[in-house]
């Protein structure tokens, strides 16, 4: 079946960075590009960017560019998020979802998310 | 503030219907972008409920329905079940800043 799973809690001081790895199985990796999506305790889910599986393009929202790089590893067939300079605002869980096999941008699998506490 | 548009709550009776709606603009639904929607019990991940506006994963019940018309989409829940008590989000996608995946603020549906 397919999985998607994420590295676990991590508790970051402000200003530091973090990197968040997601490990896919069950399919071919690089057939599906990878989304994170984060949420903040108590609100609802957003969008921090996608990533090519197939050829490593990008693309950011405006909100995370410069401060957020996404990678992926196809010989382990693991996506990474790497997001710096850290502030509370950032306390939040994250996601890694899977593009959908329909090709219409939903995504159909998703990580069980990493819980990521800033705090000093 | 969420691109789309979605009521906090909503809450129903046991076998009731209820419909969550989910606003957006001309440059995400309204420019023809599929509209999906998720289910997300606590503590948990999303799970996808529908896919381009009206289709269903498999393992989702029929009670679960999908539409979309303009710049608008609606999920409906017929024959309310107590575990359908959860968080529901819609998500397109908007091609203004270069194109980027949105969301909705997120519907609490309450079973009575």
């Known amino acids: 079946q397919i999985l998607l799973v994420q590295s676990g809690v991590e508790v970051k001081k402000p200003g530091a960075s973090m990197k968040v790895s997601c490990k896919a199985s069950g399919y071919t990796f690089s057939d599906y590009g990878i989304s994170w999506v984060r949420q903040a305790p108590g609100q609802g889910l957003e969008w921090m960017g996608w990533?090519?599986?197939?050829?490593?393009?990008?693309k950011y929202p405006q909100k995370f560019q410069g401060r957020v790089t996404m990678t992926t590893d196809t010989s382990t067939s693991t996506a990474y998020m790497d997001l710096r300079s850290l502030t509370s605002d950032d306390t939040a869980v994250y996601f890694c979802?899977?593009?959908?096999?329909?090709?219409?941008?939903?995504?159909?699998?998703w990580g069980q998310g990493t819980r990521v506490i800033v705090s000093s | 503030q969420p691109v789309l548009t979605q009521p906090p709550s909503v809450s129903g009776a046991p076998g009731q219907r209820v419909t969550i709606s989910c606003t957006g603009t001309?440059?995400?639904?309204?420019?023809?972008?599929?509209v999906h929607w998720y289910q997300q019990l606590p503590g948990t991940a999303p799970k996808l409920l529908i896919y381009g506006h009206t289709n269903r994963p498999s393992g989702v019940p029929d009670r679960f329905s999908g539409s979309t018309s303009g710049t608008s989409a609606s999920l409906a829940i017929t024959g309310l079940q107590a575990e359908d008590e959860a968080d529901y989000y819609c998500q397109s996608y908007d091609l203004s800043l270069g194109g980027h995946w949105v969301f909705g603020g997120g519907t609490k549906l309450t079973v009575l």
């Open positions: 001309t440059s995400n639904i309204g420019a023809s972008y599929d």
């Open positions: 979802a899977r593009d959908g096999f329909s090709g219409t941008r939903e995504f159909d699998f």
């Open positions: 990533i090519s599986a197939y050829n490593g393009k990008t």
